[in-house]
Each structure stands twice: as structure tokens, then as C-alpha cells.
């Protein structure tokens, strides 16, 4: 079933399937990610007003990266909690933290919807989390209310129902790259429009009117990160292809694919967009929980 209404009462109660996998691969792609899209994130952080000082719960940590954003912005005197339900993975981001001599942060390995905080806090982030949660907009909730009044809330996910609009008859290898990512999404039943369900989401937790941006990276150069970006992707979405019955190894050709994809480009003279994704962010205002 697809989801692509996120905030309805007809949410299921049972998160998604992370689409993306558990791997060491995944976490080399999670590091990648955040080259492709940091700049993004970094911005919509800005904008929110995160600074020096503020204490900051980030949610959906993975390998550390917007964790390590946020500690520059909040600087020495601030301080990042990031959360992430996989251990594992964590364990990386301490790692990296430690590697860099980054102090003013402290992972939590847990269910950030069942967490509870003896103080609270400045900000709140996310990035391509909510978007698995069975019900998005009661985890929001629940996730804004470790904020003080007027704090920040800023949001990052994907929109991936947009994407099909991105195909044309001269480039046939991506189009079929669309609709693979839209069918393993669709069958992991995670909301395919997360992105635009932000505002929604935002409004019905009773928060004003969130300021929202849609992003996306997009190449044409010969030597552009993106075709190896969606590469590492499609590695880590091969055995959920797979085990759906959506296509097989052979079909997708994941050791060549950055290449041909890259020839495509180049020879259909078409910029290859990557997930496009939308930012929300806004204050509390006077509401208190």
C-alpha cells in the first residue's frame, strides 16, 4: 500500500521497513549522504536560528554527521544529544566524534519516541526520519515536547512524488532508477510524501506555519559525486529489491551503475536530479508542553 498522505488518520501502527539497510555499507553511504545533502541541512539550520549556546536533540543520528553540523554551530558552549535507534551505527559516530575531538556531544542509542529528558531543549532536528514512523505526526508530537517555549523544530525529508516528473524518453536508465526507488519505498511502507507532509505535520502540532524549501542535487559534469552517490543508494537498496521481487542483481547491474548513468547524462545532455527533498522549520512560539 502506498502512503503518500502522511498525518491522516489512516496511519498503520507499525513503523516502515528501513529501506536502506543495517550495513557497515550503509553507514559508508550515510557518510556520503551527508556530503551530498549537508549543505542543505546546514542551511536550513541557519535559518531555523540554531546558534552558539543552544542545546540541540537531533533525531535519527546515523553515523554522526548532523550531529557534528550542529556542534560547530552551537560551538563549546552548546551541547548536541543525538539519537539513533541502531546501536551499532552509533557506535561509528562515537568513534568519530572522538577521532575529530569533538566534545559537546552524546549519542544515545533508543527510540527517541520513548525517550524523556530531565531538561529541555533549544532545538530539535531531524533528517529522513520521520518518513518511517508509523504515525509521523503523534512521534512529532512527542518529539517537540522535549523543546523550551519559542524553541526551534527544523525538518528534513524526502518528496519523492515529485520524482517521476524528472523522467524523459532520452534517459530510460534513470527512469527506470525512479521507479525502482518509488516501488521499494512504496513496498518498505514508508510515506512517500514526506516532504510536502512536513507542513502538515508542523500545523497540526499546533506550531505556526512552518518556512519550507524544496532541494534537490543535480549534476551534469563528468566527474559529478551524485552518479556514485546513487550507486552507494542502490547498494543499499539491492536486497530489499530483491527480496520484493521488484528486480534482480543482474537487472540492476549495481558494480557499472554510476557510469552508466554518468554515459547517460553526458550523452542525452539531461542533469540527473537525486531525491528531492523538502525543509520545514519553525518555533514553538508560546505553546508549552
Known sequence: MTKTDAGQTSEPHRDATYTLGRTSHETTRLIEQSRIYGESTRLLCERAGISEGMRVLEIGSGAGDVAFMLADLVGTSG?????????????????RAADAKIRNIEFIAADARKLTFHHKFDALVGRFVLMYMAKPQKAFGKLISHLKPNGIVAFQEPEYTLYPALCHPD????????????????????????????????????????????????????????????????????????????????????????????????TSKR???????????????????
Open 79 to 95: 551541547q548536541v544529544v543525538g539519537v539513533d535507534i541502531n546501536s551499532n551505527i552509533l557506535e561509528t559516530a562515537r568513534q
Open 171 to 266: 534517459t530510460p536508465l534513470i527512469n527506470q532508477l525512479i521507479q525502482w526507488i518509488l516501488e521499494v519505498f512504496e513496498h518498505s511502507g514508508a510515506y512517500l510524501d514526506m516532504g510536502i507532509g512536513l507542513y502538515r505535520t508542523f500545523i497540526q502540532a499546533g506550531l505556526p506555519a512552518p518556512q519550507i524549501h524544496l532541494h534537490s542535487p543535480i549534476g551534469a559534469a563528468e566527474n559529478w559525486s551524485g552518479y556514485r552517490y546513487m550507486e552507494t543508494i542502490f547498494q543499499s537498496l539491492l536486497p530489499l529489491i530483491e527480496e520484493y521481487g521488484i528486480a534482480t542483481a543482474e537487472e540492476v547491474g549495481v558494480e557499472t551503475l554510476a557510469v552508466r548513468i554518468r554515459q547517460e547524462v553526458l
Open 271 to 289: 542533469p540527473f536530479f537525486l531525491p528531492l527533498h523538502v525543509t520545514a522549520h519553525a518555533r514553538l512560539s508560546n505553546i508549552s508542553y
